[in-house]
C-alpha cells in the first residue's frame, strides 16, 4: 500500500512525520493519514512527497518493498531499465536510498550495453561472474574473464559489451548510487 511505501522511505531517511510535512507543505495529520491509507494525495503532493525524500516517484507505487529494508530475495529484486538501452539491471540492495548499489548485470552475446561511453559521479567496482566482457575507460580496452575484478573513477567515460559467444553475467558495485 501507498502509505507503507511512504512510510518506509522517510524512515529509511531517519525523517520523522513532521519534518516530512514541512518539506512537502501540508499539515502532519494529512502526512499520518496518508501513511495509514485512509487519504489519498493528489499527484501533485505525491511528487512532492517523493522530492521530500529524495526518490523517484515510481518507487512509491512498486508493489513491494523490502523486507525489514535489508534483505532483497532473488525473485524481487528492484528492475532498472535504461532509457535508449535493452538492458534490464537488477538491483541487488534494496532500494536506491544507499550510500552504495549493487546490480546484477546479464548481457546476452553481441550486445554492446552503452555505445557511447558515458561518465558520472563516484567510483565503481565490478566482477565477471560468468563469460568474458570488454570495458573501455576511456581510451583504454581491457578484457575481463570469469573471475575477473576492475575498479575505476567512474567521472572517466566508460563503456561496456559482450563481444565473445556466451552470455556474461556482472555484479558492480557503484557509489555513490547513480541510477
Request: hydrophobic letters at 40%; aromatic letters at 6%.
Amino acid at each position: 500500500m501507498l502509505g507503507e511505501r511512504i512510510r518506509y522511505y522517510r524512515k529509511s531517511k531517519k525523517m520523522s512525520g513532521q519534518e516530512l510535512s514541512r518539506r512537502v507543505g501540508v499539515s502532519r495529520s494529512l502526512i499520518s493519514q496518508v501513511e495509514m491509507d485512509s487519504a489519498n494525495p493528489s499527484i501533485e503532493t505525491l511528487r512532492r512527497i517523493a522530492i521530500a525524500l529524495e526518490i523517484p516517484i515510481a518507487l512509491l507505487f512498486e508493489e513491494t518493498i523490502p523486507l525489514n529494508g535489508i534483505l532483497v530475495h532473488k525473485n524481487n529484486r528492484k528492475i532498472l531499465k535504461v532509457p535508449e538501452s535493452n538492458l534490464v539491471y537488477e538491483l541487488l540492495t534494496p532500494d536506491l536510498n544507499r550510500k552504495i548499489e549493487f546490480i546484477w548485470i546479464e548481457i546476452e552475446p553481441g550486445k554492446q550495453v552503452e555505445p557511447v561511453a558515458f561518465a558520472h559521479e563516484g567510483e565503481e567496482c565490478a566482477v565477471v561472474i560468468e563469460g568474458q566482457l570488454n570495458i573501455w575507460i576511456s581510451d583504454t580496452e581491457y578484457v575481463m574473464n570469469e573471475g575477473d575484478s576492475i575498479s575505476f573513477d567512474s567521472n572517466l567515460p566508460h563503456s561496456i559489451a559482450n563481444l565473445g559467444a556466451q552470455k556474461v553475467v556482472l555484479v558492480t558495485a557503484i557509489t555513490p548510487p547513480s541510477f
